[in-house]
Every structure is written in C-alpha cells, then in structure tokens.
C-alpha cells in the first residue's frame, strides 16, 4: 500500500488546497500517474503514484483544505483491502 500524501514544501506551509481529483477510488493506476492536484500559497502542484495498483477512498473533497503531511488516498496492491 502506498500513501498519496500532501509533501511538506516549507517551514511556513501548513494547510493546501485539494483543487482536483483526476483519479476515482476503484481506478487502476499505473505508476507516474497524476493523482490530483492541489495549490499552495506560491504554487499548483500535481501529485503522482510511485506504484500501480488500484486507487483507494479519498480522504478530503475538491476545495477541502488539508494539513500538509496528510494522506489524500492510498494506492493498493492487488489483493490488498483498504482498512
């Protein structure tokens, strides 16, 4: 299982926001796969797989902030069941 999680940029970023999903829970993903994009105070970021599996539930919805360091949605592996 692997997590999609909003990397901490700097000391000062504490929150992101979830502009858009463009992977749905159930969606086969292959590795480098843009999972979603989110935005910073300075930027616009695209978040990808580092696996293939299939695409776990989402934590947050479009427009949620969400802490840097949380997991958007997991990547399991084939036979893996979401907890």
């Not at 829970?25 to 292959?30: I, R, S």
């Not at 949620?64 to 949605?73: K, N, Q, R």
Request: charged share 25%.
């Amino acid at each position: 299982m692997e997590e999609i999680f909003v990397p901490a940029l700097g000391m000062a970023m504490d929150n992101v926001v979830l502009l858009e999903w463009l992977k749905q829970p159930g969606d086969q993903v292959n590795a480098g796969d843009i999972i979603a994009v989110i935005e910073t105070d300075k930027t616009t970021l695209e978040l990808t797989s580092e696996t293939s599996g299939v695409l776990g539930k989402h934590k947050y919805a479009v427009e949620d902030e969400v802490p840097a360091g949380d997991t958007l949605c997991v990547v399991l592996a084939p036979g893996e069941v979401e907890a």
